[in-house]
């Protein structure tokens, strides 16, 4: 994929990339008990005017009432050749877009490997031996327990997920005794002093908190990066508005890329409806989230995850080898989330 530099860039600013953001799949910190299994966030840069022409493009085929179209009206099975003309080369985003998944279970035992091993390239061996080794039902308690005991809110009784984690590990230790799963569960259990420095930190550390479990800022700055390149060309993101995006967290996305040698000048946030550019990442993000998501849960549409394909970025945070190859990502062998 070969983005169209100065798309976006104000006059005497061509050398920097304007890339317009949205996401879909937002639970929080709440990976494990949400409402989908995919996190999405998508980047787009196509010149405003043909961005509005787009989607005047699509209110004439679909032609709803709705007054805000979202990926769920190109979705619809009604509007399958919309939704493959809005993909296709060709189509309003050849070429000029680009989005990056989170497969959110995944992520939590990526940032688990992190906080408890000190060893994030070990959350693709554990994530494996959780769903491989663990039974369903099992690898969604530890999955849960993960969960808890990394988010930043936990309640009014935020020391007792180190317990409730611990407990759990030690009775699936106990109950697969001599397997594959025991022995991958030896090391997670031998770091409660980590996880319990890690939860005091929380509580005593500043008033703002980056959570470690929230995709979004993380997917930003790899939406960031993508553009950059390796050239390092400046990037300039216009991103739709978000709670969770505050003046410091902005501020710590910014300095973040930076540091990992990304070119991001300034991060912007706006009225989605305003911006006809951001409206196209929505459509592209949803779409995604959907198409993942079915691909992840064995019910997947074969010809709309080849449509999808050549937009997914690489760097995506996958850790399901089974689909990895049809959404054209590398095999799960790595932490992609160390990158962040």
């Known amino acids: 994929m070969d983005p169209h530099p100065g798309f976006g860039a104000p006059p005497g600013d061509e ?12 639970d929080g910190e709440n990976l494990t008990d949400g409402n989908t299994d995919v996190f999405a966030h998508a980047g787009v840069q196509v010149p ?15 032609r709803s009432p709705a007054t805000e179209y979202k990926a769920t009206h190109l979705l619809r099975e009604k509007h399958r050749a919309v939704l493959e003309w809005f993909l296709a080369p060709g189509g309003p985003l050849h070429g000029a877009a680009r989005v990056h998944l989170t497969e959110k279970s995944f992520f939590v035992v ?32 530890f999955l849960s327990v993960a969960n808890r005991l990394l988010r930043t809110r936990n309640g009014a009784e935020p020391g007792s997920s180190v317990p409730l984690f611990f407990e759990t590990v030690d009775e699936l230790r106990r109950a697969y005794a001599g397997t594959d799963a025991a022995a991958a569960l030896e090391r997670p259990a031998a770091g409660r002093g980590r996880a319990e420095a890690y939860r005091a ?11 470690v479990l929230n995709p979004l800022l993380p997917a930003i700055v790899a939406t960031a990066a993508y553009w950059s390149g390796p050239e390092r060309r400046p ?17 710590w996305v910014e300095e973040t890329a930076r540091r990992s040698g990304v070119a991001l000048t300034e991060l912007r946030l706006v ?3 305003d911006d006809p550019r951001v409206q196209l990442a929505d459509f592209l993000a949803g779409i995604a989230r959907k198409a993942a998501g079915d691909a992840l849960c064995g019910n997947g549409d074969p010809g709309l995850v080849a449509l999808l394909r050549p937009y997914v970025d690489p760097a995506s945070v ?14 799960p062998n790595s932490s992609p989330g160390e990158r962040s």
């Open 318 to 331: 996958w850790g399901d080898g089974g689909t990895a190859a049809a959404l054209g990502l590398p095999a």
């Open 15 to 26: 050398t920097v990339r304007e890339i317009a953001c949205d996401e879909s799949g937002s």
């Open 201 to 211: 930190g929380l509580l005593d550390g500043p008033a703002v908190r980056i959570p």
């Open 48 to 62: 405003v005017a043909d961005a509005a022409r787009a989607l005047r493009e699509i209110r004439d085929r679909i």
């Open 271 to 273: 009225v989605a409806r």
């Open 110 to 141: 990526d940032r688990l490997a992190g906080v408890l091993l000190d060893d994030p390239g070990a959350a693709a061996e554990l994530y494996r031996t959780v769903r491989e080794a663990l039974g369903a039902e099992d690898g969604q308690r």
């Open 235 to 251: 990037v300039r993101l216009v991103h739709d508005r978000q709670n969770l995006l505050t003046p410091e967290r902005i501020a």
